[in-house]
Structures are given as structure tokens and as C-alpha cells.
């Protein structure tokens, strides 16, 4: 398998082609305020552009760890469509977690063989915990998580997960807590994008 790679430019342009570089006053899903934020759906809506994020990010990473990869495995809602095309450059089977009860585990008749090497795929980390909580329910369904994956890492190099990751784009952008707001951020009104938008 041989991709075409990217430049973080040549991200950031097919981000800002979808209108899906956000400048404002954003609730991350961490609950963290940031002034910019990637939306990751919109630059999927393009299957086109899709494939080729994900081809360009499996370039990333290393060939024998890529070749090892025996499934793609990603939390709902967000790394659905992400996990999707990377398994599809991968050339795996792509399953995802649900958390009915808060918990997320596999369902839909989706499952591992015991031993299975999976690739986990976020659109977007920004602390880890939803990340490292995705490879915990993979450990329980008796698959190995060998890698992870993002398009967009905006942890700051923060997030550790454990194992090996791979992210397409580091966005460098400040965070904050609710109440420790730098003016200029605070004047704004504050929007939570993603799968539960609404003005906060």
C-alpha cells in the first residue's frame, strides 16, 4: 500500500475547503473553552476527502505495525466515520463502541476473536479519556489494541494512551477552563459543536 502523504498545510487546507475550521468561543467535549475548533463531520461529508485523510494518515504509521492491524475499532458518535475509512485503507474490518449505560462496549453483533490486533480511531482527541476508556472496552471484548489513531490530536502532546499513536494533525490551540477565561474568549458566546451543539 503506497498513499499519497500530507503536509500539515495540506490538512489544514482540506479542513478550511469544508468551511470545518471554526474561529469562536468552542465547549469541548472535555468541557475545556478553546477559540478554535476542527469539525471533523464536516470535513467527512466528502467521501472523497475522507479517503484520502485516512489514507494519508495510515502512512503515519509504521509498515510492520500497519500491516499487523486486524480490525479498526472506534467510539460512536464522532470516530464512526473516521474509523470507517481508515479501515477501509487499512484493508480491516471496522466495528464501533456505544455506551447504552455509559459504559462503552461493543454491540450491533459486532465482536473480536480473543488476541484480535486492532487499530483504535478517534476524529478528534483532545484529553485521552474517551480514547483510553475505547481501549479499555477492546481489552474487555478481548481484542489487543495495538495503535491509535486521530485526524486531529489537539491535546498539546499531552494525551498518553498507552500504546503507540498516530494523529493526522497536531493543532496547537489553547484550552481553558470555565473559570479562568481569557477576555477576549470570555466576551464571546460560548457554542458546543459536535453531535450535541446548541449555545451554552
Known amino acids: 500500500m503506497r498513499y499519497a502523504t500530507m ?7 482540506e479542513f478550511r475547503a469544508a468551511d470545518a475550521l471554526l474561529e469562536g468561543h468552542f465547549i ?5 473553552r478553546s477559540p478554535r475548533y476542527l469539525q471533523c463531520a464536516r470535513v467527512l461529508m466528502d467521501p472523497a476527502r475522507g479517503t484520502r485523510l485516512a489514507q ?4 503515519k504509521i509504521p509498515e510492520a505495525l ?7 475499532v472506534s467510539p460512536a458518535m464522532g470516530g464512526i466515520i473516521a474509523g470507517h475509512e481508515m479501515a477501509r485503507a487499512l484493508g480491516v474490518d471496522a466495528m464501533f463502541l456505544e455506551r447504552p449505560d455509559g459504559v462503552f462496549e461493543l454491540r450491533r453483533g459486532f465482536w473480536l476473536a480473543p488476541g484480535t490486533r486492532v487499530l ?3 476524529d478528534v482527541v483532545t484529553t485521552g479519556l474517551s480514547s483510553k476508556e475505547a481501549i479499555q472496552a477492546i481489552a474487555r471484548a478481548g481484542g489487543q489494541t495495538v495503535a491509535a489513531a486521530a485526524l486531529v490530536d489537539r491535546s498539546n502532546g499531552a494525551a498518553d ?3 503507540p499513536f498516530f494523529p493526522l494533525l497536531r493543532l496547537d490551540v489553547p484550552s481553558y477552563p470555565a473559570d479562568a477565561l481569557p477576555p477576549a474568549l470570555a466576551a464571546l458566546p460560548a457554542v458546543k459543536p459536535g453531535s450535541r451543539a446548541g449555545a451554552a
Not at 8 to 13: F, G
Not at 56 to 59: H, I, K, N, P
Not at 66 to 72: D, F, H, N, P
Open 66 to 72: 500497519r500491516a499487523s492491524i486486524q480490525a479498526v
Open 120 to 122: 483504535m480511531m478517534e
Open 56 to 59: 494519508a494518515l495510515a502512512m
Open 28 to 32: 469541548l467535549s472535555s468541557g475545556l
Open 161 to 163: 494512551l498507552g500504546v
Open 7 to 13: 503536509t500539515d498545510d495540506d490538512v489544514l487546507n
